[in-house]
């Protein structure tokens, strides 16, 4: 994979995650002092700043992410069958897992952020707001809740998907 394209899908990752970081912080120091904060991010040089932390809380949720999530890439690892049943034909292999692996980090990354961006945004609602908290606070749940499992389930599906295909992939090239 070229590194500009795992940067920019860090970034994102660490995107992802600033929102559920934001709404906490403004939990904790309330919203006016957060406003202030984050207008000191509107020069250019903060700007460049800004995206480098992003990156590394790209890289941070991302093992975190992982962490949480390999016992399940175990299991579905070591469920996949070694059937040649449907033949894979690619050109080339290593763009094909390159690209397979960004999908399945970045919805790793969302599974977990959208579990941090409920607790936020609760969290947000709670303290924060005044009106409406019930029906914001569903709202949040039904959101991060159908981001998590949709997130979770297509994930699952890019892993088992990847596992079978590696190793029909590794068979062909000892074929060769």
């Not at 700043?49 to 949720?61: A, H, P, R, S, T």
């Not at 991302?62 to 469920?79: A, H």
């Not at 409406?132 to 699952?156: E, Q």
Request: charged fraction near 20%; aromatic fraction near 12%.
């Amino acid at each position: 994979m070229q590194t500009t394209q795992l940067f920019v899908e860090f970034v994102l990752i660490g995107l992802e995650s600033s929102i559920s970081l934001g709404l906490i912080l403004s939990c904790i120091i309330g919203i006016d002092k957060m406003k202030s904060l984050i207008s000191l991010f509107e020069s250019a040089t903060m700007t460049i700043v800004l995206i480098g932390l992003l990156y590394v809380l790209g890289i941070i949720l991302d093992s975190i992410s992982y962490f949480v999530l390999f016992p399940w890439n175990k299991r579905v690892k070591n469920k996949t069958d070694d059937k040649k049943s449907n033949a894979l034909i690619l050109k080339d292999y290593q763009s094909y897992l390159d690209f397979t692996m960004s999908q399945i980090r970045i919805l790793r990354s969302t599974a977990v952020n959208s579990v941090f961006l409920m607790c936020g945004g609760i969290a947000f609602i709670i303290t924060q707001l005044n009106d409406n908290k019930t029906g914001l606070i569903i709202f949040v749940l039904v959101f991060c809740m159908s981001a998590f499992f949709g997130s979770l389930f297509m994930w699952k599906m890019k892993i088992k998907k990847f596992h079978k295909n590696s190793k029909i992939i590794e068979q062909e090239q000892k074929d060769m």
